[in-house]
């Protein structure tokens, strides 16, 4: 009975189990949108896991430094055997035999003042936990523009895979009409023959096109962190570009934003206030240091031993000695005293010991390490400084970039898209003639290719342009979304 019912909750475990990723396949396989591609990414992307560690280090090196205004308070025990001659310290005796000693003791200290080295290091820290904070924000900026950017090579990649099916298809229905042709003697071979090669190097084009939304595809799963491609799809949004001007915004504004809200400018500036505060605790170096220390304790001795029954008075017996007339001279005698061993409780008690005092340390050489210490935080400190003019100098270079590239992308969309519906007139008028015979294969297959060529041009200015302006957006703090 009991073997049937564990049967039953192992069946069930897998039951739920198999439900469990059957949901979660469900769910990867539903198309995702731009904002749920985002957020998948950033919920499982090693490397933003990675710097979450990194800000608990941060945090755990801030909260230590903050311990350390504490006094410490330590805990010390021996058990220990003495062979051969030994003073014992509690008796301070000779002892030659086994002597046990024990020693217990509690010890306290405390730094009063180290040239506020420990109130710097504590507000070196804080600075170093904001910019790792400041730091994870720029890694997941960082993951969603390339998820954004693998988003929209797939709407691309499909766009250019359509584009190329289509092409084919009005390719693939002049070859049946010139098959007909052929057949009813209105036709030469040769123009078939120059069809279809026309049809074959468009499927070549498709097939090209398709592997490139394969790897659109496998650059997405990447980012999301997933194993495979299988089941991953996305919402495919109505991208519209009018002929309306760029950005109501200069490049110089969008950065003037920028500036003021981006994390890896946050995280350069912290990090320069914590280089700031590193040449402070250097230079505590070369104050002096007041701690105060405190003590208490005590132990028990093997060999500590006290008088039971003090010796008692006998008399006088001759000692061995005479005097100058020959008499013998006598002298008291004492029985010998009877000893035991101090119990351990009497022991402990009669040997507490207790001590405390101030010490002051005064630098006076240690072999230049304090200087150079300051020297190397001064450098450190002039290399943050370069670091976040650095950063600011990219970030004005890049949104120059995007601007750029967004005004160029709009001026080509246009222009490509001008140049399509010109191509697209042209081809029409060149597939009319070729069709009652007026111009050969040689034309209407160029024509036919200056139209794929003006069409993949116009796919590609488009999604450059919609790239370009989503940086753009990005950079004035705007969400990421069609």
């Not at 710097?51 to 280090?57: A, G, K, R, T, V």
């Not at 003791?105 to 040239?115: H, R, Y």
């Not at 491609?229 to 009018?242: E, M």
Request: a positive charge; hydrophobic letters at 40%; proline letters at 3%.
């Amino acid at each position: 009975m009991k073997i049937k019912s564990l049967k039953f909750v192992c069946i069930l475990f897998l039951l739920v189990s198999l439900s469990v990723n059957a949901q979660e396949a469900v769910k990867i396989a539903q198309p995702m949108s731009l904002e749920a591609c985002i957020d998948y990414a950033l919920k499982n992307n090693i490397q933003i896991k990675q710097s979450e560690l990194s800000i608990e280090l941060a945090k755990v090196n801030l909260t230590q430094s903050e311990a350390n205004l504490l006094p410490s308070l330590n805990g010390n025990a021996s058990h220990s055997y003495n062979y051969g001659r030994t003073i014992d310290r509690f008796t301070n005796e000779f002892a030659t035999q086994k002597v046990l000693s024990q020693n217990l003791s509690l010890s306290s200290d405390v730094t009063l003042f180290n040239g506020f080295q420990t109130i710097n290091t504590i507000k070196q820290n804080q600075f170093g936990y904001l910019a790792s904070k400041y730091d994870i924000d720029k890694i997941k900026n960082d993951v969603s523009l390339n998820v954004a950017s693998a988003y929209l090579q797939i709407l691309f990649a499909l766009e250019n895979a359509e584009n190329a099916r289509n092409q084919m298809g009005i390719t693939n229905g002049q070859v049946e009409r010139t098959k007909k042709l052929l057949d009813a003697g209105a036709a030469a071979k040769g123009t078939l023959l120059d069809i279809q090669a026309q049809l074959a190097s468009e499927e070549l084009n498709f097939t090209t096109a398709q592997n490139q939304l394969d790897i659109a595809y496998l650059t997405l799963a990447q980012l999301l962190n997933l194993g495979t491609t299988d089941g991953i799809s996305i919402v495919k949004p109505v991208l519209t570009i009018g002929n309306e001007t760029l950005l109501t915004s200069t490049a110089n504004q969008i950065y003037a934003t920028a500036v003021t809200n981006l994390p890896e400018i946050k995280s350069a500036e912290y990090n320069l206030k914590k280089s700031e505060k590193a040449i402070d605790v250097a230079w505590g170096g070369l104050s002096p240091h007041l701690a105060f220390s405190a003590a208490y304790g005590s132990g028990y001795s093997g060999i500590s031993k006290r008088i039971v029954n003090p010796p008692q008075y006998l008399g006088y017996r001759p000692d061995g000695s005479f005097t100058s007339g020959l008499d013998t001279v006598y002298s008291p005698y004492f029985s010998d005293p009877t000893t035991e061993l101090i119990p351990f409780a009497d022991q402990y008690k009669n040997n507490l010991n207790k001590s405390f005092g101030f010490y002051l340390t005064v630098p006076i050489f240690n072999r230049f390490q304090t200087r150079t210490a300051i020297d190397r935080a001064r450098i450190q400190k002039l290399n943050a400084e370069l670091t976040v003019e650095s950063t600011k100098l990219q970030i004005q270079k890049s949104i120059q970039q995007a601007y750029a590239d967004a005004n160029g992308g709009l001026k080509k969309y246009n222009a490509s898209l001008k140049t399509v519906d010109a191509m697209k007139e042209s081809f029409k008028y060149t597939e009319q003639k070729f069709n009652v015979g007026m111009v050969n294969t040689i034309v209407y297959n160029d024509s036919k290719n200056k139209l794929i060529k003006a069409e993949n041009d116009l796919i590609q200015a488009k999604y450059e342009y919609v790239f370009k302006t989503k940086v753009l957006d990005f950079y004035l703090g705007k969400p990421l979304k069609f």
